[in-house]
């Protein structure tokens, strides 16, 4: 088959060609990542049959797992390209057991490429035909990623540097632990998009539901539309809200800012301890007015 020029283009039509029976002759690039998982699966598949915790130890990082595996594997010598193409077809891998982890086997090839080629140009993921939820696009990124299609939990986890933009939306913690680089989707989020991140910038384009910014101690976190409990147990950083917020705003507040568009409609700042809260650029609540209010108590 002859490549189109575009990746879109690619997309739709290596997608046909995955409808007509999988005819489609795959390059040297893509034969060798499905060596790869191929690989990885066995041994998850071997070491868990032996050790029955094996797998239960490993989930908590695969990510790492798989990173150790690929040192040695000539990485450098796919392409991008590659890696998209080997994104559209692994729908057909989704029968096989572990691929609950395969997005942690698709960030460790995009980091370890990176790391080695140092390119510029940017990774494209299709997810719309997986119809299992792909976790952990973009863990320890520091490369481009553009993924087409909804994701799972934890996209963007521990990221270092460049940019995640998800053309979809997003199960639970996006981007949590979060240490640079920036995070853009154009869908929605489920719950606790930035909890506990350190640095970076998220971007969320729709609504952010439930626990956005908890536990956060850095970086800026810029909803466009709506959400729902906001800035729980904030430690640090900016989050900003363009829509309406409901549920808990700021409870247990510790630090940071806090901008809102307008007044939530629910609860603000119960038990709050520090940082600032500003409703349409006026500051509503900080350690200062909290101590102002009191001494007004006192002496009413």
């Excluded at 609950?100 to 140009?121: P, R």
């Excluded at 639970?172 to 606790?192: P, R, Y």
């Amino acid at each position: 088959m002859k490549l189109t020029n575009t990746l879109d283009e690619e997309y739709q039509s290596v997608q046909e060609t995955v409808q007509e029976n999988l005819k489609y002759k795959i390059n040297s690039g893509v034969e060798f990542l499905f060596s790869l998982w191929e690989r990885e699966q066995k041994k998850l598949v071997r070491s868990s049959s032996v050790n029955q915790t094996f797998f239960q130890t490993m989930d908590e990082h695969p990510y790492l797992y798989f990173e150790g595996n690929l040192k040695k594997d000539p990485i450098k010598n796919i392409t991008p390209r590659d890696i998209t193409q080997f994104s559209v077809l692994s729908n057909i891998l989704q029968e096989q057991t572990y691929f609950e982890i395969f997005g942690s086997f698709l960030s460790a090839v995009i980091n370890a490429h990176h790391k080695s080629t140092k390119t510029t140009e940017e990774y494209l993921l299709h997810t719309s035909s997986i119809d299992t939820l792909l976790d952990c696009i973009g863990t320890y990124n520091r490369a481009h990623i553009r993924v087409k299609g909804n994701v799972g939990e934890n996209s963007g986890l521990y990221m270092k540097n460049g940019k995640l933009t998800i053309e979809g939306d997003s199960s639970f913690f996006l981007g949590k632990h979060m240490q640079g680089g920036i995070i853009e989707i154009f869908g929605n989020t489920n719950s606790a998009a930035g909890e506990q991140m350190y640095n970076g910038t998220i971007i969320i384009h729709e609504n952010a539901h439930f626990e956005s910014g908890t536990n956060m101690f850095g970086g800026k976190l810029l909803i466009m539309k709506d959400a729902m409990d906001v800035g729980i147990a904030q430690q640090g950083g900016i989050i900003k809200v363009d829509g309406k917020v409901r549920g808990e705003v700021g409870r247990n507040m510790q630090g940071g800012k806090l901008y809102l568009s307008e007044p939530p409609i629910n609860y603000l700042g119960e038990d709050y301890s520090g940082g600032k809260i500003y409703v349409n650029n006026k500051l509503v609540m900080s350690r200062w007015i909290k101590y102002k209010n009191k001494i007004k108590e006192l002496f009413k």
